[in-house]
């Protein structure tokens, strides 16, 4: 129901947008958010918005650098990754929170898209 793409290879410095479509009918009913996984890590959070695209929640090691935004009438939410460092490099997973509480706990989304990768070379 998510399709994440937009990853690649880039350098320190460098920018790369996100993006993630849902092809379900309810997705303006649902906040959304970016999560990544480094190998041999946790799935940690970078970054959420509500459902009306007002309300935006950052991770500390991405505030600043990275833009959350979402199109409800087209069903996409995007990530702009910029000032990218090596330490960013890891599969970025968009995901869909239908339930209240935290934007930044991962156990309160429900449905995952399949992931990006972004590598980000020094």
């Known amino acids: 129901q998510l399709q994440a793409s937009g990853g690649g290879l880039v350098q320190a410095g460098g920018s790369l947008r996100l993006s993630c479509a849902d092809s379900g009918r309810t997705f303006s009913s649902y906040s959304m958010g970016w999560f990544r996984q480094a190998p041999g890590q946790e799935r940690e959070f970078v970054a959420g918005i509500n459902r009306g695209g007002i309300n935006t929640y950052y991770a500390d090691s991405v505030k600043g650098r990275f833009t959350v935004s979402r199109d409800n009438a087209n069903k996409m939410v995007y990530l702009q990754m910029s000032s990218l460092k090596p330490e960013d490099t890891a599969v970025y997973y968009c995901?869909?929170?239908?339930?209240?509480?935290?934007?930044?706990?991962?156990?309160?989304?429900?449905?995952w898209g399949q992931g990006t990768q972004v590598t980000v070379s020094s």
């Open positions: 995901a869909a929170k239908g339930v209240p509480g935290s934007a930044y706990d991962r156990d309160k989304y429900a449905v």
